[in-house]
T-cell receptor
Framework: EAQVTQNPRYLITVTGKKLTVTCSQN?????MSWYRQDPGLGLRQIYY???????DKGDVPEGYKVSRKEKRNFPLILESPSPNQTSLYFC????????????FGEGSRLTVL | SQKIEQNSEALNIQEGKTATLTCNYT??????LQWYRQDPGRGPVFLLL?????KEKRKERLKVTFDTTLKQSLFHITASQPADSATYLC????????????FGTGTKLQVIP
């Protein structure tokens, strides 16, 4: 089944404890992206990747890192999480470098205490 | 500043009627516009894409219009059903980079039996 898989789905952590949210897609998509969704603010793009080893900042990249070493994986790294990073995170992929439909994962709900 | 506006208030309509959702934007020059459906606790699901040189797109009971002069897209669901109840997101792409996709905050649609 074609899908985007995120892990963990739910996580409660404490300020400053490094964490990684994994994202994997099995559709051989070139484009991958991370979004965070907050009430009243909608989905905001954190980082995106056009292809392996090619990443770029979205609208809200501060406090996040990404890497794209393999085509199927695009992990989101929070080096030193803070409470304002408490949010619902979505990973998405697309078969085209932009103007194509985005396939979203089920989301990762992160709480930073 | 750039802004994407969708009705923040919920839209309630009677089953069988046509639902019309609005997406207005300012200070964007999108190359394309997409509509997504999002159910509570789930990732958005792609519905339709319309490009800047297209006026209208249809898919089954769905119709999207795109007016780059008015800077507006309308999303119609004909013969609405309770199963259509969800939040609908519009997303602009290609402004500030073809791969950059920016989402509105969404409109919640409730179809009443």
């Amino acid at each position: 089944e074609a899908q985007v898989t995120q892990n963990p789905r739910y996580l409660i952590t404490v300020t400053g404890k490094k964490l990684t949210v994994t994202c994997s897609q099995n559709m051989n998509h070139e484009y991958m992206s991370w979004y965070r969704q907050d009430p009243g603010l909608g989905l905001r793009q954190i980082y995106y990747s056009m292809n392996v080893e090619v990443t770029d900042k979205g609208d809200v990249p501060e406090g996040y890192k990404v890497s794209r070493k393999e085509k199927r994986n695009f992990p989101l790294i929070l080096e030193s999480p803070s409470p304002n990073q408490t949010s619902l995170y979505f990973c998405a992929s697309s078969p085209t470098q932009g103007a194509g439909e985005l396939f979203f994962g089920e989301g990762s709900r992160l709480t930073v205490l | 500043s750039q802004k994407i506006e969708q009705n923040s208030e919920a839209l309630n309509i009677q089953e069988g009627k046509t639902a019309t959702l609005t997406c207005n934007y300012t200070n964007y020059s999108p190359a394309y516009l997409q509509w997504y459906r999002q159910d509570p606790g789930r990732g958005p699901v792609f519905l339709l894409l319309i490009r800047e040189n297209e006026k209208e797109k249809r898919k089954e009971r769905l119709k999207v219009t795109f007016d780059t002069t008015l800077k507006q897209s309308l999303f119609h669901i004909t013969a609405s059903q309770p199963a259509d109840s969800a939040t609908y997101l519009c997303a602009l792409g290609g402004s500030g980079g073809y791969q950059k996709v920016t989402f509105g905050t969404g409109t919640k649609l409730q179809v009443i039996p």
